[in-house]
């Protein structure tokens, strides 16, 4: 059916190095998508989106990427922190303007010191 | 705070009582979402309103739940007779309705049904 997924569960990198999180997508027709950054105990934090008509977008130390050909999403996170640290969703939205969003599993994000 | 608000934090309730969740989104949205979330997993969503219509529902929606928003600004969503299973954090998002906007998440009703 039509889910959004990651590859994987968790992801553990040392302080200082990149991160690259993750994501698959099924649904042809979604064309805005969202990484939100959770942590422990709050909802989910907005980070930065992309629409479908790009395939790549920068904001601070973070970048997405976006593959339609492999229906494929990756947020590439530069310097990683211990502040990082966190569980990471990808979300879609399907075509039109409305519609609700459609969050994968989720990988946790591990910063060592 | 401008941000979205849910109260409470966190409820505790007995098996076949019904509950009550509050979320004000930021001022400016007219769009109002709520999803739920499991340990481990996603958010699922649940039901969306456009100012006060609500638009869309999920299947995840039984008909013990309903939600409200009576004057397009701030929702309620009602849980009757809860049971063990619909222990979760009910999260409340909003966002502009005009194109794809993101939608800011709320921190959440943190529900508990012993």
């Known amino acids: 059916g039509e889910s959004v997924g990651l590859h994987l569960p968790t992801l553990s990198v040392q302080e200082g190095d990149n991160s690259i999180i993750n994501c698959a997508y099924s649904?042809?027709?979604?064309?805005?998508f969202i990484w939100y950054k959770q942590e422990s105990g709050k909802g989910p934090q907005f980070i930065i989106d992309?629409?479908?008509?790009?395939d790549k977008r920068q904001g601070q130390r973070v970048t997405v990427l976006l593959n339609k050909t492999v229906k494929h999403l990756s947020l590439q996170i530069a310097a990683t922190q211990p502040g990082d640290s966190a569980v990471y969703f990808c979300?879609?939205?399907?075509?039109?303007?409305?519609?609700?969003?459609?969050f994968g599993k989720g990988t946790k994000l591990s910063v060592k010191p | 705070d401008t941000g979205v608000s849910q109260d409470p934090r966190h409820k505790i309730t007995k098996r076949g009582q019904n509950v009550t969740f509050r979320c004000d989104p930021i001022?400016?949205?007219?769009?109002l979402y709520w999803y739920r979330q499991t340990l481990g997993q996603g958010p699922e969503f649940l039901t969306y309103?456009?100012?006060?219509?609500?638009?869309?529902k999920s299947r995840l929606l039984s008909d013990r739940f309903s939600a409200e928003r009576p004057k397009g600004s701030f929702s309620t969503l009602e849980i009757q007779r809860t049971e063990q299973g619909d222990s979760a954090m009910y999260l409340c998002?909003?966002?502009?309705?005009?194109?794809?906007?993101?939608?800011?998440f709320g921190q959440g009703t943190r529900l508990t049904v012993v």
């Open positions: 001022s400016e949205h007219n769009r």
């Open positions: 992309i629409r479908s008509n790009m």
């Open positions: 979300a879609e939205k399907s075509g039109g303007s409305q519609g609700n969003l459609i």
């Open positions: 998002a909003s966002s502009l309705s005009y194109k794809n906007t993101e939608a800011f």
């Open positions: 309103f456009q100012n006060e219509a609500q638009l869309e």
């Open positions: 649904n042809s027709a979604s064309d805005y």
